[in-house]
């Protein structure tokens, strides 16, 4: 059968980062960076909600050879992984985020993809998040 998309699509998904890079926001360990109160929960409603269908590994968008970067510094995205430490906590909160589950749904990823980040990413009752603004009912 011919897959229902380009295997350039593909290949971006498999080097995917899998695991919390190392001052990930959403790692349960003293190696996250700390970032403004709130800003973690505010991140993770967004994505529980649908608001954002993902969020990028700062990792991956600050690069060191500026990849994503045009020549006068604005954002222009080409090798960006999602941050799987946000990945794997939306997974422990009951969903996944869209870009993960259309990633899951076509093949690009497998559903246990992120599983190696489960056991390094902080807990949901970690975060104080707003249950309605994130729709969890």
Same mark, same amino acid.
Request: proline share 7%.
């Given at each position: 059968?011919?897959?229902?998309?380009? %295997?350039?699509?593909? @290949?971006?998904?498999?080097?995917?980062?899998?695991?919390?890079? =190392?001052?990930?926001?959403?790692?349960? @360990? %003293?190696?996250?960076?700390?970032?403004?109160? $709130?800003?973690?929960?505010?991140?993770?409603?967004?994505?529980?909600?649908?608001?954002? =269908?993902?969020?990028?590994?700062?990792?991956?968008?600050?690069?060191?050879?500026?990849?994503?970067?045009?020549?006068?510094?604005?954002?222009?995205?080409?090798?960006?992984?999602?941050? %799987?430490?946000?990945?794997?906590? =939306?997974? *422990?909160? $009951?969903?996944?985020?869209?870009?993960?589950?259309? /990633?899951?749904?076509?093949?690009?990823?497998?559903?246990?993809?992120?599983?190696? /980040?489960? /056991?390094?990413?902080?807990?949901?009752? @970690?975060?104080?998040?707003?249950?309605? *603004? =994130?729709?969890?009912?």
């Amino acid at each position: 059968s011919t897959p229902l998309y380009s %295997s350039a699509a593909s @290949d971006v998904y498999k080097r995917q980062v899998k695991t919390p890079c =190392a001052n990930c926001p959403f790692r349960n @360990d %003293s190696k996250a960076i700390q970032l403004q109160p $709130g800003r973690r929960e505010g991140i993770v409603e967004r994505l529980l909600s649908g608001e954002d =269908a993902t969020f990028p590994c700062h990792a991956t968008v600050y690069r060191p050879d500026s990849r994503n970067h045009d020549e006068e510094g604005n954002y222009r995205p080409v090798d960006v992984s999602v941050c %799987s430490g946000a990945a794997a906590l =939306a997974r *422990k909160f $009951g969903r996944d985020t869209t870009m993960v589950q259309l /990633a899951t749904r076509l093949g690009f990823i497998p559903y246990d993809h992120y599983d190696e /980040a489960l /056991a390094k990413t902080i807990e949901p009752e @970690d975060l104080n998040v707003d249950r309605q *603004k =994130a729709r969890l009912f």
